[in-house]
């Protein structure tokens, strides 16, 4: 399988402090690779940094097979925190300033703009335009060298529903149809979770894991949802009884992770204990719950 972007424990220091801990990460051909952390857990810098637009302090980047980013060209696009548009330039304007200055072809420009769902704006200006429309102009930007791979930062914070739909429709679209890969960072992960198909996870600086789509809905814990008349004394009671060491206190609920199988014996023995159960249900994780459990485990 190509290699579009591998890492070999890419490192940046700020002062005495790793913002970006050893990483290792490898996306290949056609993946929507969705990258996932808190604010301020590296994400940003490590974009920066494949791209060339911050130093390495330690480790490697190759692109395509072992290129460095200076012999890759075009094939890169980005869009880095906000898009610089000029706001009193309509979308066609916007794009005929951005190839003059990457030295790209303007006849693809209709083309581009139609494919981002901006090429019926007319005479609007940017400055005008909502902030989804501001995001669809700035990928049309990074499309312009014809990229294979595009690196989006947080390119959905902020927006509306109907302004993220539009992103996520456009990210699938260029993916299907012209064959580009992604790196996009995110931390709304229920709407990364329609078009990911492959993920890391960073944490202080450090990838806790790199995992398919298909891979970590698997890994999505089911677990057991119990409420009673006494949660505290229920809780004492599964864990004597059943061998249970860890069961979570989660609002007027308990959560267990294992056991799920036991859930009518359990309630048939704490109905025997004197336990009013209310509500006793199986649920599956989300990508959110996953997430906060997997950066919760390496605070422990």
């Known amino acids: 399988m190509e290699t579009v972007l591998k890492t070999n424990k890419l490192t ?9 801990d050893g990483v290792s990460m490898t996306i290949n051909k056609g993946d929507i690779y969705g990258f996932i952390g808190k604010n301020g857990a590296g994400k940003t810098t490590f974009m920066r940094t494949v791209l060339s637009l911050t130093s390495i302090s330690s480790g490697e980047v190759e692109l395509f097979g072992g290129k460095r980013i200076e012999e890759v060209g075009n094939k890169i696009g980005s869009l880095i925190e906000a898009p610089g548009l000029y706001k009193n330039a309509t979308a066609y304007e916007n794009l005929k300033r951005f190839s003059i200055l990457y030295g790209a072809d303007e006849s693809k420009i209709n083309d581009i703009l139609k494919f981002v769902n901006l090429d019926k704006t007319g005479k609007k200006k940017a400055k005008d335009f909502s902030l989804g429309m501001r995001q669809r102009l700035g990928i049309a930007i990074a499309l312009l060298g014809a990229p294979e791979f595009l690196v989006l930062d947080e390119p959905i914070n902020g927006l509306d529903p109907a302004g993220i739909k539009e992103i996520r429709d456009v990210i699938l679209k260029l993916n299907k149809e012209l064959g580009i890969t992604f790196l996009i ?6 709407e990364l979770a329609k078009v990911v ?6 944490n202080n600086g450090v990838l806790l894991e790199e995992v398919s789509a298909k891979e970590l809905i698997n890994n999505c814990k089911n677990k057991l949802i119990i409420k009673t008349d006494d949660n505290e004394k229920a809780k004492e009671l599964i864990k004597s009884e059943f061998d249970i060491k860890k069961i979570d206190s989660i609002k007027d609920k308990l959560v267990l992770y294992s056991n799920l199988e036991s859930s009518a014996l359990i309630n048939k023995y704490l109905v025997k204990k004197g336990i009013l159960v209310s509500e006793i249900y199986t649920e599956v994780d989300s990508l959110e719950e996953y997430f906060i459990r997997k950066i919760g485990d390496t605070n422990e």
């Open 12 to 20: 940046k220091v700020y002062g005495r402090r790793k913002v970006v």
């Open 185 to 190: 960072s995110s931390h709304l992960l229920d």
């Open 197 to 202: 198909t492959k993920y890391g996870i960073i």
